[in-house]
């Protein structure tokens, strides 16, 4: 494992921060899901708690804290990538070893396949180590059902495919502005996006559908929920306002219990949680052809650019 030898001792302080962000948040996480485990594992005897027969069994004891370890493991699974990827070029230029540096490695290609690869390996392990110490505290948390699209984006595969684009993206950053501030500041304000836009992009075109009660949260796994329309009796879309004063004339009519069939209806589109495989499938592929031609972009720079 020479290559990854090397990689640490040029890294070094860049690799122990992560690693020692993402093992501190990874043992809460896997500390939480081992206690709400241990919890459940009175179910089924006299003693059985609570949380043994409702659906949100922990957000009441442990709601707080999960909700806070989440968007902290949430937070670091793009600052590694950061902390990681911005450095290897950056410091090559300012520090003016590049000059030397990629000569001697024969092609500049072959240069950043050997800093980039072993970067991208161990940022890779870090971050799924998070990603795997988040599924196990989400599945804790919600032990009732599938979880569907609950915690999207933070746990799991989506959070591995996501970190990879941002230490790409943060090598091509590094690589175009070639200084080390610059380039953090910008691959921060890149990761928002990375962010902001899948989330924006969600459900990746899978079809949005009128949601039956098969399909809702408390029947099955969580759906991801694209909009919510009001409907008249008679079927015919409405808005609050509208939908108010139906409510109004049917009590006024037909006093403080009236026909169901008599009041507005609110009908929830959205994918449900059964589908979630598809859209995960659809995001993963979108995210990786991205890292792929972000990475080509990087090539292209690292050829390109003087030495200084």
Request: charged share 15%; with cysteine; hydrophobic share 55%.
């Amino acid at each position: 494992m020479t290559w990854a030898r090397l990689a640490f001792r040029l890294q070094r302080s860049e690799i122990v921060f992560a690693a020692l962000l993402c093992m501190g948040f990874a043992a809460a996480a896997l500390w939480l899901a081992a206690d709400m485990r241990s919890i459940l594992a009175a179910c089924g005897t006299p003693s059985a708690p609570e949380a043994c027969n409702v659906i949100y069994a922990f957000q009441s004891t442990h709601g707080h804290v999960v909700q806070t370890i989440q968007m902290a493991m949430a937070f670091a699974a793009y600052a590694i990538p950061l902390v990681i990827g911005v450095p290897i070029l950056t410091r090559e230029i300012e520090q003016r070893t590049a000059m030397i540096a990629w000569p001697l490695a024969g092609s500049r290609m072959k240069w950043l396949a050997w800093r980039v690869v072993p970067a991208l390996t161990i940022g890779l392990v870090l971050v799924g180590l998070l990603a795997f110490a988040a599924e196990e505290m989400t599945r804790a948390y919600l032990p009732h059902g599938d979880l569907g699209f609950a915690n999207h984006g933070a746990r799991g595969i989506s959070m591995l495919t996501r970190a990879a684009l941002v230490l790409v993206a943060a090598v091509a950053v590094g690589a175009l502005l070639g200084r080390l501030l610059p380039a953090l500041l910008v691959g921060i304000a890149l990761a928002a996006v990375v962010a902001t836009g899948l989330g924006a992009a969600m459900p990746f075109g899978v079809a949005s559908a009128n949601m039956g009660e098969d399909d809702m949260v408390v029947f099955g796994a969580n759906p991801f929920m694209t909009g919510v329309e009001l409907l008249a009796p008679d079927g015919t879309p409405i808005t609050d306002v509208e939908a108010e004063l139906l409510y109004q004339a049917a009590y006024e009519e037909h006093g403080p219990e009236p026909d169901p069939s008599l009041l507005p209806r609110q009908v929830y589109f959205g994918i449900a949680g059964s589908r979630y495989s598809e859209v995960l499938l659809r995001e993963s592929a979108a995210v990786v052809g991205a890292t792929v031609l972000i990475g080509a972009l990087a090539v292209v720079v690292v050829n390109r650019r003087r030495p200084e």
